[in-house]
């Protein structure tokens, strides 16, 4: 089984329907939480083949566990998801292709450039977002390694998959015998923008105002996952859709929130500990995100409404949103793309100085290009992806 791709993903989406319309899917669970830890990266030989979760696809491929073994003994690694148990919750297994192989593929792709490709991925779905959440790590898996092309196969049966994944700008390339073809290539310059946040996710179109937004560490790697520090335990994790969510909501009652618009930037800002000594080494940025739209909590027409639109993406309960919408005690509300999560913290000192000054509130803090763009290199961010 040298080329193999199968997919499963969380098809209680709700964008959509809740639903089953894989064979392979395990019954999906509504309204609970999964302590999970993060996405590791594990060789194959330490994963066992003989595992349950991978039971529907040797049903559905022959040869699976032939494949999967060739790949442990290659030494070759895959990106795994655990709960508290070590249970397995997703698998994915990624393969950088240079030149690509196009056995099969009509027309072929592009040689001039590495792809990666996107070979297996299999995720127990149970309402929390890991398909967001993945579809996340392998953009972050591609930038890392400088590629900025990626292709999958799919049957055309999976449409909700195909929904998911043309979000996010893949679209359709090809066939490869009964499979389609779909590509994303990472937007690098100014020509290949699309003017469309979701579609050029996860590049970062500069032309909107930039801002620093804090959040306490409380709320903070609830919601960004991806983007805790060091110091923190992979308890707090939790496997719910606020976390793996590539969209965010923040509600807050803070000053000049109201300017936000569309397509604007936010370095988003971690508090000091409670009990750090110093907010200069304790405080940090970690994280840039895109804000997709500002609203007032008076644009909702009722509870039910602006539950619905928050709950999914943001860190609150139902009962704290109900009380929040009734008191009105945090009437703004900003949702946002998480698009990257810095490699090296920012620390508040070093912001500081190159802000070259104290502003009287760090709450919610607007910049200028060149401080937005000095913040970002000092986090290691690949500038590939953020484009003038």
Not at 72 to 96: C, P, Q, R
Request: positive net charge; hydrophobic residues 40%.
């Amino acid at each position: 089984m040298e080329k193999f791709s199968y997919f499963g993903l969380n098809c209680a989406l709700w964008l959509f329907n809740k639903c089953n319309f894989y064979v392979f899917f395990d019954k999906i669970i509504e309204n609970m939480e999964f302590p999970v830890s993060h996405i590791q990266e594990k060789y194959i030989r330490d994963i066992s083949i003989a595992d349950p979760f991978f039971d529907s696809l040797r049903s559905d491929y022959v040869g699976f566990d032939i494949w999967l073994s060739k790949k442990a003994e290659k030494g070759e690694k895959a990106h795994i998801l655990t709960d508290s148990d070590n249970k397995l919750l997703a698998f994915l297994y990624l393969k950088i292709e240079n030149p690509v192989d196009n056995a099969d593929i009509n027309p072929q792709l592009d040689t001039n450039y590495a792809w990666l490709k996107i070979g297996t991925l299999k995720i127990s779905p149970h309402g929390t977002k890991l398909g967001e959440r993945f579809i996340k790590r392998i953009f972050d898996f591609a930038i890392s390694n400088s590629i900025f092309n990626i292709y999958v196969t799919v049957f055309e049966k999976q449409d909700l998959l195909i929904k998911l994944l043309k979000k996010y700008g893949f679209v359709y390339f090809g066939k490869k015998g009964d499979e389609l073809v779909l590509v994303k290539t990472i937007s690098t310059s100014s020509r290949m923008l699309q003017g469309d946040i979701l579609l050029d996710y996860p590049s970062i179109a500069t032309g909107g105002d930039k801002y620093i937004l804090s959040i306490y560490p409380k709320y903070h790697t609830g919601m960004f996952s991806d983007s805790m520090l060091k110091t923190e335990s992979y308890d707090i994790l939790k496997d719910l859709s606020e976390s793996n969510s590539i969209h965010k909501v923040y509600i807050t009652k803070m000053s000049n929130i109201e300017q936000l618009k569309r397509g604007d930037c936010l370095i988003i800002y971690r508090t000091q500990d409670k009990n750090a000594p110093n907010a200069n080494y304790s405080s940090v940025a970690t994280s840039l995100c895109i804000v997709e739209e500002y609203r007032h909590i008076s644009s909702f027409e009722n509870e039910e409404e602006f539950v619905k639109y928050c709950k999914p993406h943001n860190i609150f309960t139902d009962l704290e949103l109900k009380s929040y919408f009734k008191t009105r005690c945090f009437p703004k509300i900003i949702k946002m793309t998480y698009n990257v999560s810095f490699k090296k913290r920012v620390v508040l000192d070093k912001i500081r100085k190159i802000m070259g000054y104290e502003p009287k509130y760090w709450g919610f803090v607007k910049i200028t290009d060149d401080m937005f763009l000095n913040i970002i290199q000092e986090g290691l961010v690949n500038d590939r992806i953020i484009i003038n």
